[in-house]
Structures are given as structure tokens and as C-alpha cells.
């Protein structure tokens, strides 16, 4: 090999390492997929979203990660990022191999395609330059070169696909849903039951209920969801439980281990509990007159959306409260401002007989 060559050829090394750290430092999950939707390229983001080393992701289709009611949807933005050869983007429920669904915006745009010459420039590099950082370079980035011997877009044009996680956003504006009552008042389902579904559902939960405070931790459910069935209601204490802990703050979470940690609670031992997160619900005059429990068989991985669709959900919770405690207060009164009437219409009947 002649100088010149070697200098060349070491330019293309260099060139062809950039891109791979490239690739590596995009925050987004990144792939490369061909025309029949076989990913070609994976970066470390995307082989950790999908929860697939890279092994087991090149030469699958993409598509078997999309959820079927979504594959249409899809598959409609890669064809008209081909056709049109402009971006297209989508919003599609991802199903990665834990089996955790994600919501996810998708964005797909044409890979500048490499020629065949260049496919077999790129192998040889790669292996020269493997060989050649063997004992140099640590083996993750070495491991990450072979991602271009997949590369196989010398005919038909290759898509670069950017994966962004909106599942957070999604949540919060499928709360805002709820609360604006899209999903319970049409069927004149009791609010409070409504919210311990929606709540099992969202955060997947296996137990969820809505309490009044009585004082003296004391407390009485409005709305229990266990089992995947609503629940009577009952009272009970509020000592030695993790609710007991929220009666006097805003939000109280246990991420995993809450039944250890709370050894002498009776329910989390029949459920089983590993998670844990409750918020207080408070009153217009500032005391707390209720909470919210949400217990979980698994370790709490989002506490973040967990945090932020408990708050939500408990300014309306809390003012649906109140007004029901109004109401009983007013049918109460009523009640005895009947009675004191009534007897002072008989006390006038007395007096005229």
C-alpha cells in the first residue's frame, strides 16, 4: 500500500469513527431502516428503549415493536417519506420487549444512501481499523463499527427513523381527558369510583382508593378499586400505614418495599405491595379532609408521571369532595330546620284545640 493510499484510507478511518461516536451521542433513540422496514443500524438509545441489545435488533423489522392498532398509521409515514422524500412523522405505541408500552412520536426522513463502492470501502475499513484498535480502544467502541457491516443501501434508498418517548405528555393530557369528563360523566358513573379506575388503569395499579378523613387518623373510603372490581366501602386507621404518612403532607411515595417498611399494615401484606405513592386532598380553608392511595405489586418505575397525574387529579378530587360535604352539611340542616318547623306547627295546632 502506498503512502498516499494509506493516508487516504487512514482519512476514511477517521471520517468513519466520527460518525459512529455521531451516532452514538444522539440523545434520541436513532435507527437506520432499509425499504422493507429491516433496521440496519441501532444506537446504544434505541437498543435501550426497545430492550434489545443490538445483536437482536439488526435484520428485524421495526414494525414488530409498533402495537397493531398503530401499525397502519405507521407504515403510512414511511411510505410517504419515501414517495415524497420528505420527513414524515407519526404518534404510535411502542411495545418493547419487557412488554412496556410506550407513546411515542416518530420521525422518518431518507438516509443520504451509500453506493456500493462505498458499502465495500466501509467493510474493509472496519475491519482494518478493528484490528488495528484491538488492543487500543475499549471494546464497546470497537463493537459499535459493526453496525456498518449491515449497512445495504446501495439501490434503494435506507430511512433514518428518530424515536422520541412521549408517553409523560400523553398521560398528562389523557388525565386532562378525564377530568374534563369524557370518559365518566356520558355513563353518570360516580365520580369518585370513575377516578380509582381510571388511576388502576393509567398508573397500572393493582389497588386504589379514595378516602375522607374522619380525624383521629381515622379515615373512611369513598371508592375502592382492588382486583380489577369496585369494592365496598368501610373505615378504618390510618396508624402504622403509609397513608397515615400523607395525612400531613402533600405527596408521600414509596417506590418499592412498602410492605416492609410498614410492616404492621394488614393490607399491604393481602396485596402484596411493593409500591406505594398517595396524595393529600385539601381544603379551601387549607385543612386536609381526604386522600388518595395508589399501591402497586411492582416497584414504582415513573414516579415522576405518578407524581404529576395525582396532583392533578386531586384539585378536582378535593373540590368534588367538599361539595359533598357541603351537601350533607345543607340536607342536615335542612333536615333539622324541618323538624323545629314541624313541631312549631304542632305546638300552633296545641294552642288552638
Not at 404510535?92 to 412488554?99: P, S
Not at 484498535?133 to 428518530?162: A, F, G, K, R, W
Not at 368534588?320 to 300552633?348: D, G, I, V, Y
Request: charged share 20%.
Amino acid at each position: 500500500m502506498k503512502k498516499s493510499d494509506s493516508f487516504f484510507l487512514m482519512s476514511d478511518l477517521h471520517s468513519l469513527r466520527n460518525r459512529n461516536k455521531f451516532y452514538s451521542s444522539i440523545p434520541s433513540a436513532f435507527l437506520i431502516i432499509d425499504k422493507e422496514d429491516t433496521i440496519v443500524m441501532a444506537n446504544s438509545r434505541a437498543q435501550s428503549m426497545l430492550g434489545v441489545k443490538k445483536e437482536g435488533l439488526l435484520n428485524s423489522l421495526f414494525s414488530q415493536f409498533v402495537a397493531a392498532a398503530d401499525i397502519t398509521t405507521y407504515k403510512m409515514a414511511r411510505t410517504n417519506a419515501i414517495e415524497s422524500s420528505t420527513a414524515q412523522s407519526c404518534e404510535v405505541r411502542l411495545q418493547n420487549r419487557q412488554g412496556i408500552p410506550l407513546w411515542c412520536r416518530i420521525d422518518v426522513g431518507i438516509y443520504n444512501y451509500i453506493d456500493q463502492q462505498e458499502q465495500s470501502l466501509i467493510q474493509e475499513q472496519s475491519l482494518i481499523l478493528e484490528q488495528s484498535l484491538q488492543q487500543q480502544q475499549p471494546q464497546t467502541e470497537v463493537s459499535d463499527m459493526h453496525d456498518n457491516h449491515t449497512l445495504n443501501c446501495s439501490e434503494e434508498p435506507c430511512l433514518i427513523v428518530l424515536i422520541t418517548d412521549i408517553t409523560y405528555q400523553k398521560k398528562i393530557e389523557d388525565t386532562q381527558a378525564f377530568l374534563l369528563g369524557n370518559s365518566w360523566a356520558p355513563i353518570k358513573q360516580d365520580f369518585f369510583e370513575a377516578l380509582t379506575v381510571y388511576l388502576a388503569n393509567i398508573l397500572e395499579a393493582d389497588y386504589v382508593c379514595i378516602d375522607r378523613l374522619l380525624g383521629n387518623l381515622e379515615a373512611e373510603t369513598l371508592a375502592v378499586f382492588y382486583n380489577s372490581v369496585l369494592n365496598n366501602n368501610a373505615r378504618y386507621s390510618l396508624r402504622d400505614t403509609p397513608c397515615g404518612k400523607i395525612a400531613s403532607n402533600h405527596v408521600c411515595c414509596f417506590p418499592r418495599s412498602v410492605r416492609v417498611l410498614f410492616p404492621n399494615d394488614p393490607l399491604l401484606k393481602q396485596i402484596k405491595a411493593e409500591g406505594y405513592i398517595g396524595i393529600t386532598l385539601w381544603g379551601a380553608s387549607g385543612k386536609a379532609i381526604g386522600l388518595i392511595s395508589v399501591i402497586s405489586r411492582k416497584p414504582l418505575d415513573d414516579t415522576r408521571a405518578a407524581t404529576m397525574i395525582l396532583k392533578q387529579v386531586s384539585i378536582r378530587a378535593a373540590a368534588e369532595l367538599e361539595h359533598r360535604l357541603a351537601q350533607k352539611r345543607f340536607a342536615s340542616l335542612s333536615k333539622s330546620s324541618q323538624a323545629m318547623l314541624n313541631s312549631a306547627n304542632e305546638l300552633e295546632l296545641a294552642k288552638k284545640v
